[in-house]
C-alpha cells in the first residue's frame, strides 16, 4: 500500500524550523525509509546534519559557497551562490525521485527563493510533479502563497524571546 506524501511547511521569524525538519529526518531514517535533505544558504556542518549525514539511507546536500549571509554578499557572490543554490536544488530533487526517497527537506528554501537564487516556477513544479509517497519539507522565513496553498502542514515559529536580542551568538551544539 502506497502512502500519500504530504507537504510540511515550517516557517515563521522563531527558532526551530530546521529542528523540526531535521527530527522528522530523524524519525524518517530511523524507520529504515531513504531521506534527502537540501540546505540552502547553509554549509551542512551543524550537529544534526553531521549526525544525519552519518546515517544510512540519508544523503545531505548544501548550497552556500561562499560562506555569507546573501546580505553581505557581493553581485559576483550571489551569482555564485545562485548557481549553487540550483544545482543542489536540482541534485536533491533528481536523486530523491531515482532513489525512492521517503522525504526530501529544502531546508531555507523560502529564503533561496526571496533572495532570487531559485525560482518559484522549479519549485512548485516539484511539488506539483513529485512521486505519490515522497513528503516535502519546506522550511524559511516569509513562505510565497504558491507554497502555503500546496501545504498540507503549516507550522509558524513565532519568536517571543531570543538569545540574540541580548547579543549571545549561536551556540554550538545547541543552535548550530
Known sequence: MSETGLVHLYCGEGKGKTTAAMGLALRCAGRGHRVVIAQFLKDGTSGECRILAGLEGVTLLSA?????????MTQEEKTQTAQAVRRTFDAACAFAVREGARLIVLDEVCAALSCGFLEE????????????GMEVVLTGRGPSEALQVRADYITEMVKRRHP???????????EL
Open 64 to 72: 552556500n559557497p561562499v560562506r555569507k549571509f546573501s546580505f553581505q
Open 121 to 132: 516556477q522549479e519549485v512548485t513544479d516539484f511539488l506539483d510533479a513529485r512521486p505519490d
Open 164 to 174: 540574540f536580542d541580548k547579543g549571545i551568538a549561536a551556540r554550538e551544539g545547541i
